[in-house]
DNA sequence: TCAAAAGTGTTCTACTTACACCCATGG
DNA sequence: CCATGGGTGTAAGTAGAACACTTTTGA
């Protein structure tokens, strides 16, 4: 399990990513069970190595974990308070896993590189869950989609990042056509508006979010989408190809 | 001249400050001439110590140079490509001042304190021009306003700083009622709206402009300011008190 | 009494919201 | 032919832009 690399990592900087995902009318968020005794919840994350830029640390983090190699990302704060340190998560790891103490200099060294104060890069993720492919990497025990509405306590300032995530992504979703990234290259107007429901949880109106969504120029109607249900059929959408 | 403090000082990172002042209808940037041969033109910037908050090691940055201790102050970027570092700028600055070239361990150290690839985070302050008294840090051979639209080449990626900082501000201005904080704490309605002028670089209609100023709910009106021009006198206004 | 600049009111227009109607689909 | 859900057109309401007029000030 490699997850100390000092001198290839910048020291006392990492990356959190918020990676929202969008499912049964819902807004979720990837959330990593870490690999250790006890239950410790928290946003995917990783450090930056010397030769990365730090958008591409957040992509191979958000790579590894799902397998996606287009992913559309956006940094949207710094948390940086002076007291912002692994202290009381390490504190808790060691009562739950007290064989990780150090008792080597390897393991000193370790506990060092934690123990200083941290900044933290928070970015935010859109994805398509159905073309994630979840991939533990080392550090996790598990991978799960929550419900944005119903997450549970993560260490860390982990929830408030969410928070912020979720309002720098109600500020961006509209005016940069963000919601497309939620769902698969087809997709029908009431899907699109459920994504919109869900990321403002608030309804809108079917027609005039139809006209709204039209004239913004951006979408191409396909074919009819005929599930079998007794009512008329709605058109397949997507993204005009001239629209990157 | 204390710039070299590595052990108290978070490696690889440091705070660059695009401030924002407003002087005759002209948006202006505080640019420092550096303390070297050579002209070396940079934003106000610094590191960060290991006891501050990232919030305050910008506070300190801009307290320094102008005097004042309350000031609008809002990260807006993160500036961390991969091949970002000093190189370029200390091959110039060697070449201008070869006596800085390092000579002993204290200086080698420093060298490669400096060498390393650094991540910036980039803030944008305002201010009201008329209370900054300006006061050089020992980096700083001078200290300039520079007209926004004026700026000379800046070393690093200053120049693009400025610009991300300055698209920041224009988001920002009317939903965050920034623009009192580039005038006095008195000021007339035809202030504030060259203050809107010269930010968004466009003229406003003066009566439209008027109306939308004084539906926010937030202003203020006092007495008339007479000037001793042959026209109506224009009334001062202020932020309403329970309006912080 | 006049020019300049400030204050205020009114119309016009564009965009959003709300309501209404019609159409396709499969039972 | 009917219930259900989808597509579209139109009226009402609201916010901003444009225009017009009045008031104040000192020469």
Chains 1, 2 share one sequence.
Not at 169 to 188: R, S
Not at 212 to 241: H, I
Request: with cysteine; proline share 4%; charged share 25%.
């Amino acid at each position: 399990m490699r997850i100390y690399e000092a001198d290839e990592l910048i020291s006392q900087l990492s990356i959190d990513c918020t990676i929202f995902g969008y499912q049964e009318k819902r807004l979720k968020v990837l959330i990593s069970q870490l690999n250790f005794k006890g239950d410790f919840l928290a946003l995917p994350a990783g450090f930056v190595y010397q030769n990365e830029s730090i958008d591409q640390s957040a992509h191979r983090i958000l790579t590894e974990r799902t397998g996606l190699k287009e992913i559309y990302l956006q940094q949207f704060w710094v948390f940086g308070e002076k007291d912002r340190n692994y202290s009381k998560f390490m504190a808790q790891l060691f009562a739950f896993n007290p064989e990780l103490k150090p008792n080597d200099e390897m393991g000193n060294e370790r506990l060092t590189w934690f123990s200083k104060r941290f900044i933290s890069i928070g970015y935010y993720a859109l994805v398509d869950i159905n073309k994630v492919q979840l991939n533990k990497s080392g550090l996790d025990h598990s991978l799960e989609w929550y419900d944005f509405n119903e997450l549970p306590d993560l260490i860390f300032d982990h929830n408030e990042q969410t928070s912020k995530a979720y309002r720098a992504l109600q500020l961006n979703l509209d005016e940069n056509l963000l919601g497309f990234n939620l769902l698969p290259d087809k997709f029908t107007m009431k899907e699109i508006q459920q994504v919109y429901e869900a990321v403002y949880d608030r309804p809108f109106r079917r027609n005039n979010f139809q006209k709204k969504m039209l004239d913004l120029g951006v979408l191409e109607r396909l074919e009819k989408k005929y599930t079998g249900a007794n009512n008329k059929a709605p058109y397949f959408y997507r993204l005009k190809p001239s629209t990157p």
